[in-house]
């Protein structure tokens, strides 16, 4: 009798797992198929944000949190002519720091950040931006997202997703992820997606979200993606 139900439970909880990889493996088809619908849809989906040096790329993803790529763009270049290394960063006047970023929000905060993680390249690794997601988000100001970023950009060597506003709703609508978290987004999404993928879905989740899945008014019937879609399924 004891036996028996040992058994019954095992067989439950095999099925349960069954069923739980089949899942997973369905949305992982449709991942790949995701990737290859987007890729036609965007052919040229890439980075926006202008930089010539991996040190450029740190310091404008900084100004891009809470600002657009484009405005970030017509801020840089002013900058960038004066100033080009870590050495010159960290021996900028905060001041003037502050006010040549102004256009691109919290500039306090970003001038301060930015002159900070200026000083640590250079006493922690000779003035070189460090090439490792581990030592980047030790770096001051840099999260993951911005790490992920500068891992795919400035070393073409992507070690993750960077989620944004438009990889998180986009992630949640197609139901790829129910968190809310960055960071547990990530976890999920690299489940799901196939390293060689992780460079083509950084860019075309962030295509797709300004062009098609747009915040407030997602154009869902021309979405290439829109039968893997939950949120999409829901509603009709
Ligand atoms: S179907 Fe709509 S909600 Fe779903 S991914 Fe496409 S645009 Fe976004």
């Not at 390249?121 to 090439?131: L, T």
């Not at 993606?225 to 939950?230: H, L, R, S, V």
Request: include cysteine; proline fraction near 4%.
């Amino acid at each position: 009798m004891q036996n028996k139900k040992i058994n019954e439970a095992e067989q439950k909880n095999n099925k349960a797992k069954t069923n739980k990889d089949k899942t997973n493996q369905e949305v992982k088809l449709n991942s790949k198929e995701i990737v290859k619908r987007l890729k036609e849809r965007y052919p040229d989906a890439k980075c926006s944000l202008d930089f010539e040096t991996p040190f450029e790329m740190v310091v404008a993803v900084m100004l891009s949190a809470q600002c657009t790529d484009e405005r970030v763009n017509k801020t840089t270049p002013d900058i960038f002519k004066k100033y080009k290394t870590p050495e010159d960063f960290a021996k900028i006047d905060i001041e003037e720091l502050e006010e040549l970023i102004h256009p691109c929000g919290f500039y306090k905060n970003k001038a301060k950040n930015i002159k900070k993680c200026a000083k640590e390249i250079i006493e922690r690794h000779n003035g070189k931006v460090p090439e490792t997601m581990e030592e980047l988000t030790k770096l001051s100001g840099v999260g993951r997202k911005s790490a992920n970023v500068v891992m795919l950009e400035a070393f073409g060597n992507p070690q993750g997703i960077a989620v944004d506003t438009h990889c998180k709703r986009i992630a949640n609508k197609i139901g790829l992820s129910t968190q809310k978290e960055p960071e547990k987004i990530e976890q999920d999404l690299l489940k799901f997606f196939d390293k060689e993928d992780y460079k083509d879905i950084n860019h075309l989740f962030i295509w797709h979200g300004r062009n098609t899945c747009i915040a407030r008014n997602p154009k869902c019937n021309e979405c290439v993606i829109n039968e893997f879609c939950k949120e999409f399924k829901k509603n009709i």
